[in-house]
């Protein structure tokens, strides 16, 4: 068994919320190797981004700890890069601009900067731009670029400081089938190739599937792991084994224990009742 790469023990998160506590988190524990790829589902609230957020040090935790490579994280840090639904890229920067923008963040905050570090940068950023297949792209700016493009623009300048940790929050949520299947594909290759983490959270069970050799299901109120999926599926994956047995019953199972764990019943059955319910017209 490899060891450890992200350690969550016993987490727990509580907000404030018009005068009352929100316990976003309870009592969350889930280890990862290195160059896991761990996808997230849930029903809404179930406290996803939450943990995401502060795996990524952009929210504190009430009471458990985090650590990565065995030191407990206490903020964000330059192994763990964040992608989100929204492609938040600069519109006043260019492709390329937007690709190399952490880097120089980096560079500035170095006290010494090489020519030779500089020249590595600029061959890693055309090298992710080809990867991503936007060389075409490198002028372009973000408003000119589709939204899978921008999204790939996006990837790239996460990947650019090769975080060991890469934190997808939904990031292929606002686009199109088709597309979602085409970045599947590619983030899948740029897992392999990068040799990152990632922990993917998605609203898509089919994604998470695809995408995750584990599939952790999260449950509300309060937001805690209700069970952890592996994935019957061989490292290498392609499109078809969508159509597989194997996967189409353990979709099958997510579903049906999101369903339960959500507490929410289904229009249908809701309807009915309302419909029982409701007083005959005159
Ligand atoms: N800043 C905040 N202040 C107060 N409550 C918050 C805050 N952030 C999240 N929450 C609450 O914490 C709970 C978990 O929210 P979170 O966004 O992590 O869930 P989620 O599983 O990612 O949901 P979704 O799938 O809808 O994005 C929810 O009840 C949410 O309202």
Redesign the pocket.
Known sequence: MSPSKIRIRHVG?R???DGAA????HDVSLELCANEFVT?V????????????IIGGL?TLSSGEISVDGRCIDGPGIDRAMVFQHYSLYPWLTVMQNIKFCRQLKAIADTVRSDSDVEIASGRADALLNLMGLSAFEKAWPNQLSGGMQQRVAIARALMPRPEILLM??PFGALDAQTREVMHDLIRHVHQLEKSTILF?T?DVEEAIYLGSRVVL?A??P?RIDTVYEVPLPAERDQDMKLAPEFIALKREILARIRETSGMRTDFELLEQLTRQAPAEA
């Not at 929100?22 to 988190?25: D, G, H, I, R």
């Open positions: 998160k907000f404030e919320r929100v316990e976003a988190l997230f849930g029903a809404s609230g179930c406290g996803k981004s939450t943990l995401l957020r929210e929050d939904e959270v609203h999260m509300p109120r937001g």
